[in-house]
């Protein structure tokens, strides 16, 4: 049942990299389309909790990393969506999941992934973009990220809560 | 509902503090992921998982951009019949102004085939083209400018070939898998082609920004002396045994050029001619003869599998 559990929250996250680099095209602003994959992982702390979302994020974020047309060092979205999905697992604990607080978590989780992404490159000189130019692919992929999320979250968080162990107790 | 508010905060009461060290391994399995995939380069040991995770990807990419193109045309569907009327009007137009070119440019066609034959006796003059078309786009988020395309291995289609589209350069592969094959582009910033100037034949370096989707490239000369004007097209040079990059490829026209006296070359910005935008078929270079899985273009019009 719990493999089950987890082939579901796989292959959720498979869905969400195809149609980001499939389908998100089309509509993309300058290039920067919503990234789904975060969004999903920031579903899955919202109910989940941290250490969930935390493992979550790290295959979303190798899944990004390898499934082509990727080529940037492969580990960059990784470690940046295991930041999201911590991060976004604490602040749950604070706040009970409104509307409000839901996009407010989008929001900031969208701005600490990419600039995460983005410092790591900057370490990596991989490739080398000037800070201008990533402040404002960072800026409109939150603006993505929020317009997307009354259309993600609710149905991907359903769906988590439905994978919830019926005993939750640890 | 009720119920399920309760237990969460029965569960955060019993202390949901998410376990550190499954944090550190999480981290620390990333950075190692970086380190091996930085250090190693080309031949990294995560390339054998890329092109493993690229085979199961790959179909999927494939299926979901066929399912997406009917959609992506419709609104074409909804232009009215005056568009229509007026386009055909316009068509026939340019037909007309074509074709009195093509009458003209056949005697000029007929003296450059002459003067290449001279000079380029042994080499083949075109090349024969796998055609694909782009299924998926990098974000942009990634900072970097790659797209695949649905030819792979089984189609003839290896690292290291051309990529090109009707207007121009597009990019080269990197990577193949069966299926598919990544794409970086000359807009790329890690991108580096070879080009040559149409004008002077002088040749330099253009390189790509990884500014935007359809940002210029900057060329710089070799020789310093040499002035590029604004206007010129530039074309690959070529590398050495045609790969990644056979000659004679246009890649864009110079818009503007700078110098300065701390720089020992003159930097042209080169716009492209491929709009990358809106990208979609395009043809891979395969050497003449290549046995591929598909129908391949050849130069002199043909078509053979």
């Known amino acids: ?23 998100f095209p089309h509509f993309a602003w300058e290039g920067v389309v919503p990234n789904l994959a975060l969004l999903v992982v920031v579903a899955a702390a919202l109910v989940r909790g941290p250490q969930f979302a935390a493992v979550l994020g790290f295959v979303a ?18 470690l940046a969506l295991v930041v999201v999905g911590y991060v976004a697992g604490r602040v749950r604990q604070d706040l009970r999941p409104t509307a409000g607080s839901v996009v ?26 000037s800070v201008p130019e990533m402040l404002q692919v960072i800026l409109v992929a939150v603006v993505w990220d929020v317009l997307l999320t009354p259309f993600v979250l609710p149905p991907v968080m359903a769906l988590f809560r439905r994978l919830q162990p019926a005993e939750v107790a640890y | 509902m009720g119920e399920k508010r309760w237990k969460s905060k029965g569960r955060l009461e019993a202390g949901d503090r998410p376990r550190r060290s499954v944090l550190v391994a999480l981290v ?32 999927v990419e494939s299926t979901t951009s066929a399912f997406v193109r009917p ?34 440019a056949d005697l000029d066609r007929n003296r450059l085939a002459e003067l290449e034959g001279l000079t380029r006796t042994a080499r083949s003059t075109g090349y024969s083209l796998v055609p694909a078309n782009v299924i998926a786009l990098g974000p942009r988020q990634s900072f970097s400018h790659t797209v695949t395309i649905d030819a792979g291995t089984s189609s003839g289609v290896h690292a290291d070939m051309t990529v090109l589209n009707n207007d121009g350069l ?10 598919t094959a990544t794409v970086v582009l000359v807009v790329d910033a890690d991108s580096v082609v070879g080009g040559r100037l ?51 490829i246009p890649i864009g026209k110079v818009t503007a050029v700078y110098s ?3 720089e020992t070359s003159r930097r042209a910005v080169v716009e492209p001619l491929v709009d990358f935008t809106s990208l979609d078929l395009v043809g891979v270079v395969v050497p003449d003869g290549a046995r591929t899985g598909r129908g391949v273009i050849k130069a002199d019009g043909g078509h053979h599998r």
């Open chain 1, 1 to 23: 049942m719990s493999l089950l559990r987890a082939l579901v929250a796989f292959s959720v996250v498979c869905l969400a990299v195809v149609l980001q680099v499939s389908l």
């Open chain 1, 61 to 78: 974020g190798v899944a990004i990393d390898l499934a082509p047309p990727a080529d940037h060092i492969a580990g960059r979205w990784a």
């Open chain 1, 104 to 129: 407010l978590t989008v929001a900031a989780s969208s701005f600490v992934g990419t600039s995460v992404f983005a410092l790591s490159g900057l370490v990596l000189h991989d490739p080398v973009v």
């Open chain 2, 28 to 59: 620390l399995a990333s950075v190692t992921l970086i380190t091996l995939d930085a250090r190693g380069g080309s031949d990294s040991p995560v390339e054998p998982v890329r092109r493993a995770v690229g085979e199961g990807f790959g179909p």
């Open chain 2, 71 to 104: 959609f992506t045309a419709v609104p074409s569907y909804f232009r009215s019949k005056g568009d229509l009327r007026e386009e055909i009007n316009r068509l026939q137009t340019e037909n007309a102004g074509l074709r009195r070119e093509v009458d003209t």
């Open chain 2, 170 to 179: 597009v990019g080269r592969v990197v990577r193949a898998t069966r299926t």
């Open chain 2, 198 to 248: 149409g004008s002077s034949m002088e040749i330099g370096v253009l390189r790509g920004r990884g500014t935007g989707t359809q940002s210029p490239l900057d060329l710089e000369l070799v020789d310093d002396s040499v002035v590029a004007e604004p206007g010129d097209v530039v074309s690959t040079f070529g590398s050495d045994g045609g790969a990644p990059y056979v000659s004679g």
């Open chain 2, 260 to 262: 300065s006296p701390r």
